[in-house]
């Protein structure tokens, strides 16, 4: 016990570690395990009845398939976005800075709203695309849409500071040794990036799974075709079939685990590669 | 040569951090750039390697002009201080990279890898990664990264910086016998004078953007030209002394004030006495050397092998030559061996007489500073000008005062002060600046009030010829001034195209001279049109510039500059 003891402001282990646990419990573990035992009730041939249901197959590809979609675009503008605002100073770098955050406070449904006004076929962006037959809004690529512009502060936030840390020498060193810039980028740069720019896709993709709000405007939610299964679950709860909604959410929780898990765990081996290098 | 840097200069922000630097190594020499922080070698080292662009000169590497050539195509190895390892590549990888990036073999890129891990003594270290080796080691692992495309040039930015004392050594040796064995022409930069002079073949020292000296580390050391390479390059005492000597330039014969001036004048030198370099006694006559004054000892400190002594060196020593009292302490540094010790036990408060087994005279014509004013104030107002009290703290010289009430045509005037008079600009100034250079004083320092420390110095002779001395006081002014400077050539407008030709011509002597007798390169222009006016014009167009205004003959300042030195916002004016 005395090994785990570390001086610290906050006062005692014992109460913190109590603390952690209680929050823990409280907020994140106890619904999480109603929401189990409430699925559990329910017999398995239900259970399989409902989850694998065509409406419900089809939302889960559109929810993960959309998110997906959603978290590798913004890994790579978000990148985008990081390197310039790390790299280059310009006029209003701190104003587009700040702006950055702006999905995280605007609410969602205004968001969403926004969205579909902008890319609806009247819409400023909508017009214009109109005419090439691209739909946005009321189709999967809305979905996407809205799912990437709340997903880009998560990313552009992972990436920042690490890509404050890549070294101007490591660059310089790979320059005389002969490396072209695109050699340097590919080989020096992104390693060092990597973690980071994992776990930015792994939050971009965990927000946009269970978004909800920005979502339900766009999407137009045609059954089989623009619905999320978020929006499956609150039409279950709208039905009263308490017990349909909580085996959704629990595919939906198991899911996102096991992928979160999963990620997590090439970062933990990307990250021992690097361990202690950063004398 | 394989490295040749012809007048390469980086501004950073306006200011020259390279400041016209010209060198030139030699095949297979290892050359030490040395200096402290901030005096440009970092970046001149870089400029070589391509990683920072220069504003202004040209770079050549094996007779090939490269000043424009990116760094992955000037084939040079460098190390960084912090090694900058790519941490997530193993030992192999790393040393791999450059053979990597040319598509070589397989086969050839093991060879190599093998044969260089060998040569720095971590042969079977090819799987770690750098996080798993010791500070030394990755260092080792930067050096033979940087070695394996076969470089021409090595170029080695503080390499043993982040290392302790012992490995720091060990590291050294290293480095020595690989640069032996591989006969590569290598640059180093350090800080460290001890590690320059284990290293160097040949020692370049910077400060203030400025490549003062290069040489064989023992030539510097005992022969150096300028006070900062004197200092720098180990423990110094500047020593200044009056010697009756004929004056290196007495101007075109028949000058009229030559001969007067040659017979009055002592001079004011600069002496160079290492400490131990200094003799103790308890009297002058047990002294085995050449008397140089009585002191008290007043710090004493005992070092293993050393003694180290600090003696203040007595009034009555020194100031034969009556001047005034209110001459600052001298102190003179000395070490003694052991053998010295026993010979000769000392303590705190001892009167001795200290000797010279060898001093060096510097060749420097810039000695002291005496403020010469007719009050008080005015002495105080130019004692307290905050660019001159900086010059002559980098100059490490002494700064005094000499007041001269009235125009004085009454009586004998006091001696005429010793090295640069400076007086302030204005009004009455030409005339107090004729008085001084009659008497004989060169040079004459000319400070407007509130002078900001110039960032530009524009060198311009008044005679057809460019006198050396003036050039010997340009070098030594410009040593101390981080600014640029421009030797400024004025033809009459209309010239025909033979004089101006000839006026190019002239110009490009000078600076040539400047640099084959002073290591200092300087640029050159020309201009058309009147003299004054065309001098007047480039002064005012910017803030923060001076003037070095060499005179026709010594003593002589001519009638039509006197505009020079009385406009208001004025500049610094150096009439040497």
Same mark, same amino acid.
């Given at each position: 016990?005395?090994?785990?003891?570390?001086?610290?402001?906050?006062?005692?282990?014992?109460?913190?570690?109590?603390?952690?646990?209680?929050?823990?419990?409280?907020?994140?573990?106890?619904?999480?395990?109603?929401?189990?035992?409430?699925?559990?009730?329910?017999?398995?041939?239900?259970?399989?009845?409902?989850?694998?249901?065509?409406?419900?197959?089809?939302?889960?590809? =559109?929810?993960?398939?959309?998110?997906?979609?959603?978290?590798?675009?913004?890994?790579?503008?978000?990148?985008?976005?990081?390197?310039?605002?790390?790299?280059?100073?310009? /006029?209003?770098?701190?104003?587009?800075?700040?702006? $950055?955050?702006?999905?995280?406070?605007?609410?969602?449904?205004?968001?969403?709203?926004?969205?579909?006004?902008?890319?609806?076929?009247?819409?400023?962006?909508?017009?214009?695309?109109?005419?090439?037959?691209?739909?946005?809004?009321?189709?999967?690529?809305?979905?996407?849409?809205?799912?990437?512009?709340?997903?880009?502060?998560?990313?552009?936030?992972?990436?920042?500071?690490?890509?404050?840390?890549?070294?101007?020498?490591?660059?310089? &060193?790979?320059?005389?040794?002969? &490396?072209?810039?695109?050699?340097?980028?590919?080989?020096?740069?992104?390693?060092?990036?990597?973690?980071?720019?994992?776990?930015?896709?792994?939050?971009?993709?965990?927000?946009?799974?269970?978004?909800?709000? +920005?979502?339900?405007?766009?999407?137009?939610?045609?059954?089989?075709?623009?619905?999320?299964?978020? =929006?499956?679950?609150? $039409?279950?709860?709208?039905?009263?079939?308490?017990?349909?909604?909580?085996?959704?959410?629990?595919?939906?929780?198991?899911?996102?685990?096991?992928?979160?898990?999963?990620?997590?765990?090439?970062?933990?081996?990307?990250?021992?590669?690097?361990?202690?290098?950063?004398? | 040569?394989? $490295?040749?840097?012809?007048?390469?200069?980086?501004?950073?922000?306006?200011?020259?951090?390279?400041?016209?630097?010209?060198?030139?190594?030699?095949?297979?020499?290892?050359?030490?750039?040395?200096? /402290?922080?901030?005096?440009?070698?970092?970046?001149?080292?870089?400029?070589?390697?391509?990683?920072?662009?220069?504003?202004?000169?040209?770079?050549?590497?094996?007779?090939?002009?490269?000043?424009?050539?990116?760094?992955?195509?000037?084939?040079?190895?460098?190390?960084?201080?912090?090694?900058?390892?790519?941490?997530?590549?193993?030992?192999?990888?790393?040393?791999?990279?450059?053979?990597?990036?040319?598509?070589?073999?397989?086969?050839?890129?093991?060879?190599?890898?093998?044969?260089?891990?060998?040569?720095?003594?971590?042969?079977?270290?090819?799987?770690?990664?750098?996080?798993?080796?010791?500070?030394?080691?990755?260092?080792?692992?930067?050096?033979?990264?940087?070695?394996?495309?076969?470089?021409?040039?090595?170029?080695?930015?503080?390499?043993?910086?982040?290392?302790?004392?012992?490995?720091?050594?060990?590291?050294?040796?290293?480095?020595?016998?690989?640069?032996?064995?591989?006969?590569?022409?290598?640059?180093?930069?350090?800080?460290?004078?001890?590690?320059?002079?284990?290293?160097?073949?040949?020692?370049?020292?910077?400060?203030?953007?400025?490549?003062?000296?290069?040489?064989?580390?023992?030539?510097?050391?005992?022969?150096?030209?300028?006070?900062?390479?004197?200092?720098?390059?180990?423990?110094?005492?500047?020593?200044?002394?009056?010697?009756?000597?004929?004056?290196?330039?007495?101007?075109? /014969?028949?000058?009229?004030?030559?001969?007067?001036?040659?017979?009055?004048?002592?001079?004011?030198?600069?002496?160079?006495?290492?400490?131990?370099?200094?003799?103790?006694?308890?009297?002058?006559?047990?002294?085995?050397?050449?008397?140089?004054?009585?002191?008290?000892?007043?710090?004493?400190?005992?070092?293993?092998?050393?003694?180290?002594?600090?003696?203040?060196?007595?009034?009555?020593?020194?100031?034969?030559?009556?001047?005034?009292?209110?001459?600052? /302490?001298?102190?003179?540094?000395?070490?003694?061996?052991? @053998?010295?010790?026993?010979?000769?036990?000392?303590?705190?408060?001892?009167?001795?007489? $200290?000797?010279?087994?060898?001093?060096?005279?510097?060749?420097?014509?810039?000695?002291?500073?005496?403020?010469?004013?007719?009050?008080?104030?005015?002495?105080?107002?130019?004692?307290?000008?905050?660019?001159?009290?900086?010059?002559?703290?980098?100059?490490?010289?002494?700064?005094?005062?000499?007041?001269?009430?009235?125009?004085?045509?009454?009586?004998?005037? @006091?001696?005429?002060?010793?090295?640069?008079?400076?007086?302030?600009?204005?009004?009455?100034?030409?005339?107090?600046?004729?008085?001084?250079?009659?008497?004989?004083?060169?040079?004459?320092?000319?400070?407007?009030?509130?002078?900001?420390?110039?960032?530009?110095?524009?060198?311009?002779?008044?005679?057809?010829?460019?006198?050396?001395?003036? =050039?010997?006081?340009?070098? +030594?002014?410009?040593?101390?001034?981080?600014?640029?400077?421009?030797?400024?050539?004025?033809?009459?407008?209309?010239?025909?195209?033979?004089?101006?030709?000839?006026?190019?011509?002239?110009?490009?002597?000078?600076?040539?001279?400047?640099?084959?007798?002073?290591?200092?390169?300087?640029?050159?222009?020309?201009?058309?049109?009147?003299?004054?006016?065309?001098?007047?014009?480039?002064?005012?167009?910017?803030?923060?510039?001076?003037?070095? #205004?060499?005179?026709?003959?010594?003593?002589?300042?001519?009638?039509?500059?006197?505009?020079? #030195?009385?406009?208001?916002?004025?500049?610094?004016?150096?009439?040497?």
């Amino acid at each position: 016990m005395q090994g785990f003891r570390q001086p610290s402001v906050l006062p005692g282990f014992g109460l913190t570690l109590g603390f952690a646990t209680f929050f823990l419990s409280g907020i994140v573990l106890l619904p999480l395990a109603a929401l189990v035992l409430k699925a559990a009730s329910m017999s398995w041939a239900d259970f399989v009845a409902v989850v694998t249901s065509p409406r419900a197959l089809s939302s889960y590809r =559109l929810s993960f398939g959309a998110s997906l979609a959603a978290a590798l675009v913004n890994t790579v503008f978000g990148f985008i976005v990081a390197w310039t605002l790390v790299r280059y100073d310009f /006029p209003g770098r701190k104003i587009l800075d700040a702006m $950055i955050d702006l999905p995280f406070a605007l609410p969602t449904a205004v968001s969403g709203i926004a969205l579909t006004a902008v890319f609806a076929e009247n819409g400023w962006i909508g017009q214009y695309l109109e005419p090439y037959g691209i739909k946005v809004a009321y189709t999967w690529l809305g979905v996407t849409v809205a799912l990437t512009l709340i997903g880009l502060p998560f990313v552009v936030r992972s990436v920042q500071p690490s890509l404050l840390e890549v070294q101007r020498d490591l660059e310089d &060193a790979a320059e005389t040794l002969g &490396a072209t810039p695109f050699y340097i980028f590919r080989r020096i740069i992104l390693p060092t990036v990597v973690p980071a720019l994992a776990s930015g896709f792994t939050l971009a993709f965990a927000r946009a799974v269970g978004e909800y709000g +920005s979502v339900i405007f766009i999407s137009g939610n045609l059954p089989m075709k623009t619905e999320i299964t978020p =929006l499956l679950i609150v $039409i279950k709860l709208e039905e009263f079939d308490y017990n349909g909604a909580a085996a959704l959410g629990f595919v939906m929780l198991a899911m996102s685990f096991v992928m979160l898990f999963s990620i997590n765990l090439v970062q933990a081996w990307g990250r021992r590669r690097l361990v202690g290098a950063r004398a | 040569m394989s $490295i040749t840097l012809d007048q390469v200069t980086k501004q950073y922000q306006g200011n020259p951090v390279v400041n016209d630097v010209s060198l030139a190594v030699a095949e297979g020499e290892f050359f030490v750039l040395l200096g /402290p922080s901030g005096s440009g070698k970092s970046t001149l080292l870089r400029a070589i390697a391509g990683l920072t662009e220069v504003d202004h000169g040209r770079i050549t590497l094996f007779g090939r002009d490269v000043t424009q050539v990116s760094a992955r195509e000037r084939e040079v190895g460098f190390v960084f201080q912090n090694y900058a390892l790519f941490r997530h590549m193993t030992v192999g990888e790393n040393i791999e990279f450059a053979l990597r990036v040319r598509r070589e073999k397989a086969a050839e890129r093991v060879r190599r890898r093998k044969e260089l891990l060998e040569l720095i003594g971590l042969a079977g270290m090819d799987d770690r990664l750098p996080s798993q080796l010791s500070g030394g080691q990755q260092q080792r692992v930067a050096v033979a990264r940087a070695l394996a495309h076969k470089p021409k040039v090595l170029l080695l930015d503080e390499p043993f910086g982040a290392l302790d004392a012992k490995i720091r050594e060990e590291l050294r040796r290293t480095i020595r016998s690989v640069q032996r064995e591989l006969g590569i022409t290598t640059i180093l930069v350090t800080h460290d004078q001890e590690e320059a002079f284990a290293l160097g073949d040949r020692l370049g020292v910077m400060n203030l953007g400025r490549l003062l000296e290069a040489g064989r580390p023992t030539e510097l050391y005992s022969r150096p030209a300028t006070r900062f390479v004197a200092t720098f390059l180990g423990a110094a005492n500047l020593i200044l002394r009056r010697e009756a000597r004929v004056p290196v330039d007495s101007g075109p /014969p028949g000058g009229r004030h030559a001969v007067a001036m040659a017979a009055r004048r002592e001079q004011e030198v600069v002496a160079m006495l290492r400490p131990e370099e200094a003799e103790l006694a308890p009297d002058r006559d047990s002294l085995m050397t050449s008397f140089l004054g009585y002191g008290h000892v007043e710090e004493l400190q005992f070092t293993g092998a050393l003694e180290r002594l600090r003696v203040r060196m007595s009034a009555e020593g020194s100031a034969q030559d009556g001047a005034s009292a209110t001459t600052p /302490p001298v102190w003179i540094d000395v070490t003694r061996t052991q @053998p010295e010790q026993r010979a000769f036990p000392l303590s705190p408060g001892r009167l001795v007489a $200290i000797g010279t087994r060898r001093i060096h005279v510097l060749p420097t014509p810039l000695s002291s500073f005496t403020v010469c004013a007719e009050t008080r104030e005015g002495a105080d107002r130019l004692l307290g000008n905050h660019w001159l009290g900086e010059l002559a703290a980098r100059m490490q010289t002494r700064l005094t005062a000499q007041v001269e009430p009235g125009t004085g045509d009454h009586g004998e005037p @006091p001696a005429p002060p010793a090295g640069v008079a400076v007086v302030a600009a204005g009004e009455g100034c030409p005339a107090r600046v004729r008085r001084l250079l009659e008497r004989g004083v060169t040079p004459v320092l000319v400070l407007p009030e509130d002078t900001e420390p110039p960032a530009r110095v524009v060198v311009h002779f008044a005679g057809q010829v460019a006198r050396r001395a003036t =050039l010997a006081m340009t070098a +030594s002014l410009l040593r101390h001034v981080p600014a640029e400077a421009v030797f400024l050539g004025i033809l009459p407008s209309g010239s025909p195209e033979r004089t101006r030709t000839a006026g190019v011509r002239q110009l490009l002597d000078v600076r040539s001279e400047a640099q084959a007798g002073h290591g200092l390169d300087v640029r050159t222009e020309l201009r058309l049109g009147d003299r004054i006016e065309e001098l007047l014009r480039e002064l005012g167009s910017q803030p923060g510039q001076m003037l070095i #205004l060499g005179l026709p003959e010594p003593g002589l300042l001519p009638e039509n500059f006197e505009a020079l #030195l009385t406009r208001s916002p004025g500049w610094p004016v150096l009439l040497a």
